[in-house]
T-cell receptor, first 116, second 117 residues
Framework: AQSVAQPEDQVNVAEGNPLTVKCTYS??????LFWYVQYPNRGLQFLLK??????LVKGSYGFEAEFNKSQTSFHLKKPSALVSDSALYFC??????????????FGTGTLLAVQP | EAGVTQSPTHLIKTRGQQATLRCSPI?????VYWYQQALGLGLQFLLW???????NRGNFPPRFSGRQFPNYSSELNVNALELEDSALYLC????????????????FGEGSRLTVL
């Protein structure tokens, strides 16, 4: 069964410093991996995805993520954090298309707090 | 282009009542997904509808049900409400499988917050 883990409930970082939000996954076959962000009392906004190709994926708002197959990880990164990046971040995985695997499985979320 | 829309934004019910939540997908999207986001429990997959049929169901009791209409909009019904059903219910849509435009991501609405007293 596919699953995703976000080991940190909260990440604190000072504005201007680099940030990393961790995610590891388990899925049969090649993974489809996603990052979403949720601001308070809002729905989820898509940030970026990895389907195939280059292991470094660039997304919205200056975020990027690195796919590491050997470590089954897909960590979210940003070179310089902004206070406005403070939000709840979700990693998600889905299996190959078709059948019962056609849904996103989300991690428990990581709250990113960027201090001014 | 309009995004995924959900209604109502907020809903307050009492235990034992029924709640109905509605979702309109992005134009051209045929799949609708429902997720429950309860406090401290992350996002839990509820239901997936595609082309009017229920394709998959999460680990929820039968009192959680829904349907998808011919125009691909969807409805989530929760019967015999319990206090622990209080949550943000998120609807998402995606384009048809097999099309080049479908690269796997879901597009979410702003959610319906259900409070059960």
């Amino acid at each position: 069964a596919q699953s995703v883990a976000q080991p940190e409930d909260q990440v604190n970082v000072a504005e201007g410093n680099p940030l990393t939000v961790k995610c590891t996954y388990s899925v049969s076959g090649n993974p489809y991996l996603f990052w979403y962000v949720q601001y308070p009392n809002r729905g989820l906004q898509f940030l970026l995805k990895y389907i195939t190709g280059d292991n470094l994926v660039k997304g919205s708002y200056g975020f990027e993520a690195e796919f590491n197959k050997s470590q089954t990880s897909f960590h979210l990164k940003k070179p310089s954090a902004l206070v406005s990046d403070s939000a709840l971040y979700f990693c998600a995985v889905r299996g190959p298309y078709g059948g019962a695997t056609n849904k996103l499985i989300f991690g428990t979320g990581t709250l990113l707090a960027v201090q001014p | 282009e309009a995004g995924v829309t959900q209604s109502p934004t907020h809903l307050i019910k009492t235990r034992g009542q029924q709640a109905t939540l509605r979702c309109s997908p992005i134009s051209g999207h045929t799949s609708v997904y429902w997720y429950q986001q309860a406090l401290g429990l992350g996002l839990q997959f509820l239901l997936w509808y595609d082309e009017g049929e229920e394709r998959n169901r999460g680990n929820f009791p039968p009192r959680f049900s829904g349907r998808q209409f011919p125009n691909y909009s969807s409805e989530l019904n929760v019967n015999a409400l319990e206090l622990e059903d209080s949550a943000l219910y998120l609807c998402a849509s995606s384009s048809p499988e097999g099309l080049a435009v479908n690269t796997g991501e879901l597009f979410f609405g702003e959610g319906s917050r259900l409070t059960v007293l």
